[in-house]
């Protein structure tokens, strides 16, 4: 799924060109749509792939790595496209774009490549051509994904759709933030007699300030998380440096408020993407990261309406008001995620991951014997079982599981127990 992601997103740039070439902007619109479709999906991709590769020992480290990488090419984007638009045209601009997702293209074939050659996915392959697989229709294919999904949503756990709702409101002030802040800070603090040009200039190398902090500390903050866990702390003190970072902007110069929000977002985004694998057994965790990346979506896509709605009806304070009631919403969750993590036997501020992912592959099973005590829920597992397998479709995940659960199971046994608690999960 990967390639063909990452081929919708090339498709969507050349559709893109093509519209900026011929000046039809319906052209540019539909193909930011196939942009969209093959941007955020490839992004789930690569965040299971990362798990997949990473977890149980340095994941939060490469997801930081990965969110670095993405930062970097947002402030490259920000310095080279006005250069190229104004040494070049506006049109090279956009055919650069067409390149630099061919290379992204090439990228992931070497990706996939890799993936395939060293992971149990060839063995798992071989498993699965070796057993008669049923056709079904492309029409039942459709149906039995959206039936899935419905299936996997109604167990995600309360913390999942905390943590969910914390990671859309943490975004929100930052990314529709971003959006509005060259407004915002011509307004509040860039003087009203220099032209609107010099101020928009001096606005977007501002506006670059968190980006580049993130871009910088997001290993940083990857490797502590690694090392220490304390995943909820994190995320709490992120919350309340959103909260300062806003009661500061209209007071300070800005740069020590988008410093700091910066700050906050390399905490936050270095520690939500792992801790995410963390709450969601990994048979789901693409349809998890799917889901938490939807409403995401939802919400800092809906969110640039609201403010400027917003801003209409007020002005740019009013604006910085409403970002710092977001932050208090942040705080709030970020504090209802303490409660619920505080009754889970092992806290997802503990720094042994293994430990954490034995904790919720246990809890799941657990929640699998209960339901499966009534015999129609046997019924029920075996009927939807036997329908995963007739599919195809998570077989194969569910082949790579079991190969996993298998190697875990050995050098599990090798592992020295810290405690009581431990010894009982490990066993
Ligand atoms: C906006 C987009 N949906 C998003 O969340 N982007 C993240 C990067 C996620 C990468 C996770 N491996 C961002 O921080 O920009």
Request: charge should be neutral; proline fraction near 2%; include cysteine.
């Amino acid at each position: 799924m990967t390639l063909v992601f990452v081929f919708f997103i090339t498709l969507g740039q050349v559709i893109i060109s093509m519209g900026m070439k011929f000046r039809s902007l319906e052209l540019m619109i539909f193909g930011r749509f196939v942009f969209g479709i093959g941007g955020e999906s490839f992004n789930i991709c690569i965040n299971t792939l990362i798990v997949n590769w990473f977890q149980g020992s340095e994941l939060s480290f490469a997801q930081s790595i990965n969110l670095s990488m993405i930062r970097v090419a947002s402030i490259l984007n920000t310095f080279l496209t006005p250069r190229i638009a104004e040494y070049r045209s506006m049109n090279t601009c956009f055919t650069f774009g067409v390149f630099v997702c061919l290379f992204s293209m090439f990228s992931s074939i070497l990706l996939v490549y890799f993936d395939y050659k060293l992971s149990n996915q060839g063995m798992v392959d071989q498993m699965m051509a070796s057993q008669p697989q049923q056709q079904v229709s492309n029409w039942e294919y459709i149906k039995n994904i959206f039936k899935k999904i419905k299936k996997n949503t109604s167990k995600f756990t309360q913390i999942f759709w905390v943590l969910t709702c914390l990671m859309v409101s943490l975004y929100i002030t930052v990314i529709s933030f971003n959006t509005f802040s060259s407004v915002i800070l011509t307004d509040l603090w860039l003087p009203k007699e220099n032209s609107i040009q010099r101020n928009q200039e001096i606005a977007g190398e501002m506006m670059s300030v968190p980006y580049i902090m993130a871009c910088l500390l997001f290993p940083v903050f990857g490797l502590i998380c690694d090392k220490y866990g304390q995943r909820v702390r994190l995320l709490i003190f992120s919350s309340f440096l959103t909260l300062v970072s806003f009661i500061l902007l209209p007071f300070v110069y800005p740069i020590t408020s988008l410093a700091i929000l910066g700050f906050s977002y390399a905490i936050f985004g270095a520690v939500i993407w792992p801790t995410i694998s963390y709450v969601v057994p990994s048979k789901r965790l693409g349809i998890g990261y799917g889901l938490m990346s939807s409403i995401q979506n939802l919400g800092t896509g809906l969110m640039p309406l609201i403010i400027a709605f917003i801003k209409v009806q007020g002005n740019s304070m009013t604006v910085v008001i409403t970002f710092l009631v977001i932050s208090l919403v942040s705080i709030y969750l970020s504090f209802v995620l303490q409660r619920i993590d505080s009754q889970q036997k092992i806290s997802l501020n503990d720094s042994d991951q293994n430990l954490i992912m034995l904790n919720l592959e246990e809890n799941n099973k657990s929640s699998y014997r209960s339901s499966a005590s009534t015999s129609q829920k046997e019924n029920e597992f075996q009927k939807s079982s036997t329908n995963d397998e007739e599919d195809g479709l998570i077989s194969s995940n569910n082949h790579a599981e079991i190969l996993r659960e298998t190697q875990e199971g050995i050098e599990n046994q090798n592992v020295e127990f810290q405690d009581d608690e431990k010894q009982t999960l490990y066993i």
